[in-house]
């Protein structure tokens, strides 16, 4: 297993995180999973015994229950704080009450609360906001997050699903005050959605920020179940959640390829889906889920395959989507300062 630092921190982490979405199954996260405690723990006993230290969270899955999976599997395989780096996010709604919902100071406050007794902790090691909140300004949430850090509940923080210009603009408020920055990007990236190549990846770059990819799958369409033949899997979670969402014609013509490649070298389409998310430059560590101690092991073995440069091609030419405005603007116009590069 492969280590990587967080963005521009001292904390590594595995180039595979594991994330518990699946665990529970409460309330409108059943189509996404059922597991309980006993097949959670099994399944991260397998991630601790392959060198996997980076765990992922939020206090919405399944309504708190996967929290609560996670701390007691961890109390139940001796786990210490310093085995696993677990991370967590708030900012969807956790009740019905007007203010149960949204990254004011008031919430902020409250869910780290109930995410340390849920997860069993003392400390969080990384801290997102799981969206926007239009609500909110952006001042008054970094203000929140800095009460955290600076009790001691929490240790680094990340941001999910927010454009490029609000985390710049979320990082320079936190600068202009001396508090704590976002180090870590969460955010949807895999063959079949690579939109944030355009601003995001640029950004952590630039920044030298943490990118941590979700849904490396495609929520499962990547998972080499379906193709132009197969719609319905029977078994996939996208089945019945049919998110993200994607091209699917252009997804089956990716799916073709990774077939053809996974074939090569004897591997599943699964693997080289997730070899290729992994290998994009700026990458730190992608998110897996897994409903089984099989997919698991399959997924994780994407650690041990090697992608050759024509194979990086065929699934880059596959993929391929078209650059919005102003980005092909720029690329046009830096072609003579960087003439071998995408501009920049």
Request: charged residues 25%.
């Amino acid at each position: 297993m492969n280590y990587h630092n967080l963005g521009n921190t001292g904390l590594l982490v595995s180039e595979i995180c594991f994330g518990a979405m699946t665990f529970g199954g409460r309330g409108r996260w059943t189509a996404i999973g059922q597991q309980p405690l006993d097949e959670a723990q099994a399944l991260l006993k397998i991630c601790l015994d392959a060198g996997i230290n980076f765990f992922d969270n939020a206090n919405a899955y399944s309504e708190g229950l996967a929290e609560e999976i996670m701390g007691e599997a961890f109390q139940n395989l001796g786990t210490s704080p310093y085995e696993a780096v677990v991370a967590t996010k708030l900012r969807i709604r956790m009740g019905k009450g007007a203010n149960q919902v949204g990254l004011s100071r008031a919430h902020i406050h409250e869910s780290v609360h109930d995410s340390l007794r849920r997860l069993k902790r003392e400390h969080i090691d990384l801290l997102y906001i799981h969206g926007v909140d239009h609500l909110t300004p952006l001042e008054e949430t970094l203000r929140g997050l800095e009460d955290m850090v600076r009790s001691g509940k929490v240790r680094y923080l990340g941001i999910c699903n927010h454009p490029a210009w609000m985390v710049a603009k979320a990082n320079g408020i936190a600068d202009k005050h001396g508090w704590t920055k976002f180090v870590a990007l969460q955010y949807y990236y895999s063959l079949a959605g690579r939109d944030i190549e355009h601003t995001i990846l640029p950004l952590a770059r630039s920044e030298e920020l943490a990118v941590l990819p979700w849904s490396p799958l495609a929520g499962g369409f990547l998972s080499g179940k379906y193709d132009r033949n197969t719609p319905k899997a029977g078994d996939s979670r996208r089945d019945d959640f049919d998110f993200p969402p994607v091209d699917r014609e252009q997804a089956y013509d990716i799916i073709d390829a990774m077939k053809e490649i996974a074939g090569r070298h004897g591997v599943s389409v699964a693997q080289v889906a997730l070899r290729w998310v992994m290998d994009q430059p700026g990458v730190t560590s992608t998110i897996i889920g897994a409903k089984n101690e099989q997919q698991l092991n399959d997924n994780i073995a994407a650690t041990q395959l090697s992608l050759t440069e024509e194979d990086r091609e065929r699934l880059n030419e596959a993929s391929a989507i078209r650059k919005p405005y102003p980005q092909w603007m720029v690329d046009f116009q830096g072609a003579d300062r960087f003439p071998e590069s995408d501009g920049f």
